[in-house]
């Protein structure tokens, strides 16, 4: 009947975008800001927020505390020095990098919308780097803003100029390498589940068994007459890692049963393993997003 | 007072999957460390009391326990399929003891069954090291249970509010606040290993025998009657 004269498409008014394009480098640092705030609970809901700001709070208790005794009481130095207050602080520490990392990746995973962060302009490989560098930055502002706090308190309680540096600068350092390490192996064991109740234990599990296992081998050790052994032993647990690196390069007290410092060789194996973990587990986390439909 | 059903399906939540995983792998790892240790080491009481009291007792027990406690309960009531069991003509009672007793049975086994072995591993049970760690685990067990099954029908974060009380308020508290300590699951049933193990073992707790007896029934009892009244009173038309 109809001759096709009269066929047209009626415009309905969809419109095209024309504003302007933001671009990769935008999509990438919106997503790198978004889950660093998400990490410490703005933009989520109040509920949210408690657990992340309420580890935070008991991490800035001890710097609080021991300036103020510092001022007080006159102490020429802080109790507790700058490369031993996170590992002081470990569980507390343990706990914030288990709700953190699986809140940045196991959401994503469960209501499965990693494909439609991918049909934007960024890749997989932006996706991880992202992710991972807000991971680093929210464990790193973790432990490094309690020393913040303390350094400065002990700047104006008079506590040495030079020395307080010394100490505060070898803090960040480690630090660093604190975040670094824990993130990517925190990272890489919750992307592997996309329950977040899983990934929370998991990473608590990883983090805390392997201590618990070093430390009670490295006091038999120990006991048993080997010291030198000590050191060695600790290169099979993360937190084992880091306090060995301090003691045997930034001059921190030893935080090994009876204070064993590691010999000068397992002082270079424990930083090489350090190093490899924390390669290793980005390589495997890069690896884990190369699937298609995850 | 106890439902075969219920007690099917809880196992199968329990054990299945890669739950079952974690569950296998800490009693693993204890086997391999005594393994290690002994014959690196030859037998040694110092190194019993140090692996089974600083790894298996301080850590071990209090993880599987999270994981058993919590996992019997806290995922049904998380996806809301409790619902299904709730509507069946059945006390509300019965399933909290029934999940009870299946994860303090999967508790005390995942937990006594290494701990003994690797005791008779580490220094063959000399002055009673391996038993009393097996007790005081075995007890501890139980109220580790009670307290994080509560857990799982009190909070969403059960899992997290568990692993902060094992590890905050047992490891780091109760290494720097001495009081802390009697307030500490696994101070009570230290107790009890160290009324169990010869004098001469260096098995020590801060808590007097009596008091971490009371304290332990105290703990499981009202851990039990608080959960089944949390499910009692679980609405099963809200968002639970």
Redesign the interface.
């Known amino acids: 009947m109809s001759t096709g004269t009269d066929a047209r498409i009626h415009n309905i008014g969809y419109r095209n975008y024309t504003g302007e394009r933001l671009g990769i480098s935008y999509a990438r640092r919106a997503l790198f800001t978004h889950s660093l705030r998400g990490s410490f609970g703005l933009g989520r809901s109040a509920r949210s927020k408690v ?1 992340p700001m309420g580890l935070f709070a008991i991490m800035m208790a001890p710097a609080v505390v021991m300036v103020a005794i510092a001022a007080f009481v006159g102490l020429d130095e802080l109790p507790i020095e700058y490369t031993s207050y996170a590992l002081f ?4 520490v ?2 914030y990098v ?2 953190a990392a699986p809140q940045m990746v196991s959401l994503d995973l469960r209501f499965k919308v990693t494909p439609l962060y991918f049909s934007r302009p960024i890749e997989r490989r932006d996706y991880v780097v992202a992710k991972y560098a807000a991971l680093c930055c929210a464990i790193f502002l973790f432990v490094a803003l309690p020393l913040v706090l303390a350094y400065v308190g002990g700047l104006l309680a008079d506590l040495g100029f030079a020395e307080q540096t010394r100490g505060f600068a070898q803090g960040m350092a480690l630090s660093v390498l604190f975040a670094l390490l824990h993130a990517a192996l925190a990272l890489w064991v919750a992307s592997l ?1 996309p329950r977040r ?2 990934g ?3 990473v ?2 990883v983090l ?2 392997p201590y ?2 070093v ?3 490295q ?3 120990y ?2 007459g080997s010291e030198n052994a000590v050191g060695w032993i600790g290169l099979f647990s993360p937190g084992s890692l880091i306090d060995g690196i301090q003691s045997s390069f930034l001059d921190g007290r030893s935080g090994y049963p009876y204070e064993q410092t590691p010999t000068d060789g397992a002082g270079f194996a424990l930083l090489a393993m350090a190093i490899l973990v924390t390669v290793v587990c980005y390589l495997l986390l890069g690896r884990r997003y190369r699937k298609a439909g995850l | 007072m106890y439902n075969h059903t219920v007690a099917r399906l809880t196992y199968r939540a329990l054990l299945g999957r890669r739950r079952v995983l974690i569950l296998i792998a800490l009693p693993a790892l204890l086997l391999t460390i005594s393994l290690a240790v002994r014959l690196i080491g030859g037998s040694d009481d110092g190194a019993a009391v140090e692996v089974l009291g600083g790894f298996a007792l301080a850590s071990m027990v209090p993880l599987i326990g999270v994981v058993a406690g919590t996992g019997a309960i806290a995922p049904e009531i998380d996806d809301g399929s409790i619902v299904y069991l709730l509507a069946k003509p059945l006390p509300r009672r019965t399933i909290i003891l029934t999940k009870l007793t299946v994860a303090i049975a999967v508790t005390v086994a995942f937990t006594t069954a290494p701990i003994l072995v690797s005791g008779l591993i580490l220094n063959g049970n000399s002055q009673g090291i391996a038993s009393a760690y097996t007790v005081a685990a075995a007890v501890a067990a139980v109220a580790y249970s009670a307290i994080f099954l509560l857990l799982g029908t009190v909070s969403r974060n059960a899992v997290v509010f568990g692993l902060i009380y094992a590890l905050v308020w047992e490891a780091l508290l109760g290494s720097t606040l001495p009081g802390v300590r009697t307030l500490s699951v696994q101070q009570w049933s230290l107790s009890l290993a160290e009324g169990i193990a010869a004098s001469g073992a260096d098995v020590t707790s801060d808590v007097a025998l009596p008091l971490a007896l009371v304290l332990l029934v105290a703990a499981t009892v009202l851990g039990t009657w608080y959960s089944i009244r949390r499910l009692t009173a679980l609405t099963v038309t809200g968002d639970g």
């Open positions: 657990l602080m470990q569980p507390i343990g706990l288990a709700l589940t109740g899983f929370v234990a998991a608590i599990g805390t068994i618990f296992a430390t009670a081998l006091a038999v050790a006991e048993q």
